[in-house]
């Protein structure tokens, strides 16, 4: 059985852990946190899963490394270094950072070529994405490797051609949130009307086309050419930014709308889960699970 290192048991490393687990990977997840076996014993119950506070351990014998620790360079830094010393040289070592340039998580260190950002959506067991984002120092071999495994599980990897913040996910989800905040500041429009906005159109068009495909069928057989003479021509506006000394206004507006904490994250966690599910399917994407173990996948997003 291939083995798989998850490093870090937050929202992110869970998740990998359950989706590596389901697809028969041996899983060893790797976290300081004092509740760590408890967690594993909710959490990843009926899994093939073993946790230890001991990184280097659990690196020894992988065959692959999925870091999910916190979003902080110098941790990362300080995590591959490890990782680079007690795993093979044929092992990737994955991040799944959501903006660190590879190249600062690999700096100084001796495995270089083998570290690359597999940063994936937000849960990764049932997100198609992975952004596979190479750094100047990453081998082809590491990348290939990456985005085998990654379309083993069932995903989609969509590999960058170079290094950038944020990369491309976000950068796009970091401009339209910045708008989505600035419009509820202005008081256009309050929160849970923004959200009910987006997924009733652009949220639901963008499972089915992407922003250039759309803007082809926008300007019906002209195409994008003619949408954009004709509508684009006119969208001549400034869109304005966020104020961030007036964030707090929005996240207490965000936290009335949907409330906090354990209970509320659950509530919200399983509808978010239970409409994912239920579109993954019949848009063409592999279903969660369905895949094989390592070796025997075959490739996901029939039709994309
Ligand atoms: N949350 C998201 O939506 C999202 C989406 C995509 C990618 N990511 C990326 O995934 C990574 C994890 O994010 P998250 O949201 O799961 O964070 P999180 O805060 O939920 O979890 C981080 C975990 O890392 C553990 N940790 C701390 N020090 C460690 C160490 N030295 N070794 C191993 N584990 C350690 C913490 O105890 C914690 O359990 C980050 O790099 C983040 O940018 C997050």
Redesign the pocket.
């Known amino acids: 059985m291939a083995v798989v290192t998850i490093?870090?048991?937050?929202?992110?490393?869970?998740s990998w852990a359950r989706l590596f687990g389901a697809a028969g990977w041996e899983v060893r997840v790797?976290?300081?946190?004092p509740d760590l076996a408890d967690l594993v014993a909710r959490e990843l119950a009926d899994l093939p899963v073993t946790a230890t506070a001991d990184?280097a351990a659990a690196a020894t014998g992988a065959d692959f490394v999925q870091?999910?620790?916190?979003?902080r360079i110098e941790?990362?830094e300080?995590?591959f270094a490890t990782l680079a010393v007690h795993t093979r040289d044929d092992v990737v070592l994955a991040?799944?950072?959501?903006?660190?340039l590879p190249s600062a998580i690999a700096r100084g260190n001796p495995a270089a070529g083998r570290i690359v950002v597999g940063?994936?959506?937000?849960p990764?067991e049932l997100m198609p994405l992975v952004e596979v984002v190479p750094g100047p120092r990453t081998s082809e071999a590491t990348v290939d490797r990456a985005s085998e495994v990654y379309r083993r599980l069932g995903k989609l990897p969509v590999r960058l051609k170079k290094e950038i913040p944020g990369f491309v996910g976000n950068r796009l989800q970091k401009v339209f949130n910045d708008q989505a905040v600035h419009l509820v500041q202005q008081g256009v429009i309050d929160v849970r009307d923004l959200d009910d906005l987006v997924r009733a159109s652009l949220g639901l068009r963008w499972a089915t086309v992407g922003p250039f495909e759309s803007g082809v069928l926008g300007g019906g057989p002209g195409g994008m050419r003619h949408l954009a003479a004709h509508v684009g021509s006119q969208l001549t506006f400034e869109t304005g930014s966020a104020d961030p000394a007036r964030q707090g206004e929005v996240l207490d507006a965000v936290e009335e709308a949907y409330g906090t904490g354990e209970a509320a994250y659950e509530r919200l966690a399983a509808l978010r889960d239970g409409r994912t599910r239920a579109v993954l399917e019949p848009l063409g994407w592999t279903a969660p699970g369905a895949e094989a173990a390592p070796g025997t996948g075959s490739a996901p997003g029939a039709g994309h």
């Open positions: 490093v870090g048991a937050g929202v992110i490393g869970v790797s976290d300081p946190r990184l870091e999910a620790g916190p979003e941790i990362k300080q995590m991040s799944s950072s959501s903006s660190l940063h994936p959506f937000n990764p």
